[in-house]
């Protein structure tokens, strides 16, 4: 079983910075993606970014030129940079990973969501 902790939400000013880490552990063979969504209330869950075990990122357009997502396979960590924070981006952040087990097994694990809430 893989488990994913996220941490780093909070409350911020609009135009703020927050950062989001996420720590992967258990039975890990390999990571292969490791994403960043959320969810506003009364809205479906979207993806935010993405990051492959290479490096290749991929953004919403709504956030693209203000958050950076980025991670250290060493320590299986996934981080969200977010600046110039609006409104809009107030929600819940999920950390999502995809790989493989120390099994060799397919594993697909979510955190638990940390809160980010950005006033104006």
């Known amino acids: 079983q893989v488990q994913l902790v996220e941490s780093g939400g909070g409350l911020v000013q609009a135009g703020g910075s927050l950062r989001l880490s996420c720590a992967a552990s258990?039975?890990?063979?390999?990571?292969?993606?490791m994403r960043w969504y959320r969810q506003a209330p009364g809205k479906q869950r979207e993806l935010v970014a993405s990051?492959?075990?290479?490096?290749?990122?991929n953004y919403a357009d709504s956030v693209k030129g203000r958050f950076a997502i980025s991670r250290d396979n060493a320590k299986n960590t996934v981080y969200l940079q977010m600046n110039s924070l609006k409104g809009d981006d107030t929600a819940v952040y999920y950390c999502?990973?995809?790989?493989?087990?120390?099994?060799?097994?397919?594993?697909?694990?979510w955190g638990q969501g940390t809160q980010v809430a950005v006033s104006s």
């Open positions: 990051i492959s075990s290479g490096g290749n990122t």
């Open positions: 258990g039975s890990i063979f390999r990571i292969n993606d």
């Open positions: 999502y990973a995809d790989g493989l087990n120390k099994y060799y097994n397919q594993f697909v694990s």
